[in-house]
């Protein structure tokens, strides 16, 4: 009888054993597969994108599926790099990003090395490096790495968890002194507009976009200030792109200023050093029919 027990106790004990093992080698495969269902064929538009018809010719639309999760498989947060060179490598699940080589277009992340422009990563699951070389050659010290998910237009997609917004620190050699970044603060994040436009190529107009974390934009709240070409300020109190008539932005050169303010139209700063991510300047050009964009666009 004991005997019999403790050899039932021990075929119980070993089929749990393997029930663990079992279950612990599939994990990684089932998250490869959900990674893989959220990133289609290279060069081709999803089946089941959507044409945006006359809303904006020439672009297509595909989910979000559900809410969207964004994080970075590296670098790690709070990290020293072993260069001067980042390149993110990210997880996403719930949203599609590709790129439609026959079209160009194709729905992207948009990542932000400290407070400088994006730059648009279509493989996310591959080291990131963008032609610009932007994130080469690196100054000592700390640094910041921000992303989200993008429209093949460049409007981010906004959610209010903020779960799809990925945030981190990381330092070349070692961390700046008497440098911190409080991730729990209230944070505007420049987006669009960059770079050149051709006059009227969105029946829209031209996009201002952002995104927000750790803020409720509202009348009563938290606001978006901008300005262009130093223009009475206009304020912002819904988390939305604003579209700019292209009537209102004849060809030529333009300079968006973008702040975060609070309930009495008063800034709120986010600072990294000497910089405020919470205030951001851009230039942007606007081209006659004539003239052709420039190498890089």
Known sequence: MCRSSASARLTLVSLMLIALFVISCSQPVANKNAENKNTPANGKTPADAKPMGSVAPGYFSAGPHGNVSLSFAAPENEKSLTGNAVNPIFNITGYPIYKDEERN???????????EPYEADYQPTQPFKPESGRFENLKEGTHTLRAFPSREWHESIKQEDGANFAFLTFYV?????????????????????????????????????????????????YKVQYSINGSRPQIVTRWEPVWIKWEELPPGEYKVVLDL?????????????????????????????????????
């Open 173 to 221: 050699n070692a961390k700046t002194p008497n440098v911190t970044v409080d991730k729990t603060k209230p944070l505007l994040t420049y987006s669009r507009p960059k770079g050149e436009y051709r006059f009227k190529d969105d029946p829209r107009g031209l996009m201002l976009d952002f995104y927000v974390t750790n803020a409720r934009i509202s009348a009563n709240d």
């Open 261 to 297: 303010v609070d309930k009495n139209n008063k800034p709120v700063p986010f600072m990294v050093g000497h910089l405020d991510y919470n205030h951001t300047e851009r230039t942007f050009k606007v081209l006659a029919d004539s003239e052709k964009f420039s190498s890089g666009h």
């Open 105 to 115: 277009k194709g729905q992207h992340i948009h990542v932000i090395l400290d407070n």
